[in-house]
């Protein structure tokens, strides 16, 4: 054998050798070191990672949902967005509805769009006022006039439990410029009336998107906004069709003016591993038959996702 070949043999030898090392080194420690690791909530596209259990055909699906949601008619409105590819389906997504507790959500990102402003994390006391009391959702109305709460904690009552009093403590916090900010951010178009903002269900996951690929707010304030969404104590609807172990990041909402009108939302994105999905629902009904329509639609998502 020549030098020349016996050379290129030995540093054949070694690449071969060093690529087993890694391999083993990557199947059973390399996750620990992935970005996901630190915003696991976030999209793996703006982390730079690559993976290809992408689904592509959702034909049997989309027919699936349609006819299922064909009794209910005007009554009920979902859009599904398979984020991966970002396919999606929808019955009545373009139809508005009142965001009611939904337009918590904007409201807390301008918050964070504040504090990334000014570069300043401060978690300031906030004193509740007569104005400030909301008995018609949430806890936090029962401290009383008087009772300080911290920033954070009146963040985290507005969305994991979808307290009135805490949200009304945030927004004045919140400068118009701000606010202004996301809402131009976001793919809504945004009406106001008598009983407040108007959305549709599509245009409501555009707000959860925009915190899933961190395009109105840095990584580290959409992935903790994701987390607290995680957490939401209301499971009896959209998370109600999937596995326990299955994270679901989820604002649920509820409009009942003057006791016309009843209805139930509960928009979020479900992390099934490397095939997330947004999916808003909407139902004008009592709550009993709107936890029955979300969860059934919500288990035949998951299903169809989980199961290809």
């Not at 699906?61 to 009794?71: A, F, Q, Y």
């Not at 402003?117 to 906030?126: S, T, V």
Request: proline share 4%.
């Amino acid at each position: 054998m020549s030098k020349h070949r016996f050379l290129y043999s030995i540093l054949l030898a070694i690449s071969i050798f060093l690529n087993i090392i890694l391999f083993f080194k990557c199947e059973f420690g390399c996750e620990n070191n992935l970005p996901s690791n630190q915003y696991p909530f976030l999209a793996r596209r703006i982390l730079n990672e690559n993976f290809n259990d992408i689904l592509v055909n959702f034909l049997d699906l989309r027919t699936d949902l349609k006819t299922s949601v064909l009794p209910f008619e005007k009554t009920f409105s979902f859009y599904f967005e398979y984020l991966p590819t970002g396919t999606s389906i929808g019955v009545n997504e373009k139809e508005e509805f009142y965001a009611a507790s939904l337009f918590k959500l904007p409201v807390i990102m301008s918050y964070y769009r504040q504090l990334e402003r000014l570069k300043e994390r401060n978690d300031p006391i906030l004193t509740i006022q007569e104005e400030d009391i909301d008995k018609e959702f949430g806890d936090l109305w029962k401290k009383g006039v008087g009772y300080k709460i911290k920033m954070s904690d009146a963040i985290k009552l507005a969305i994991t439990n979808s307290d009135n009093t805490a949200i009304r403590l945030v927004v004045p916090q919140i400068t118009e410029n701000d606010f202004e900010h996301v809402y131009q951010a976001l793919d809504i178009d945004l009406r106001t009336d008598d009983g407040g903002a108007r959305l549709t269900t599509k245009g409501y996951t555009s707000i959860l998107k925009a915190l899933y690929f961190s395009s109105v707010l840095e990584k580290k304030d959409s992935q903790e906004i994701l987390d607290l969404l995680t957490k939401t104590k209301f499971v009896d609807k959209l998370p109600a069709g999937v596995p326990e172990n299955i994270p679901v990041a989820h604002k649920i909402g509820v409009y009942n003016k003057n006791g016309e009108n009843e209805a139930y939302m509960d928009c979020g994105i479900v992390y099934f591993p490397n095939r997330p999905y947004a999916l808003c629902m909407l139902s004008i009904s009592d709550e009993q038959t709107a936890r029955e329509r979300m969860r059934l639609i919500s288990k035949k998502v998951y299903d169809y996702v989980s199961a290809k």
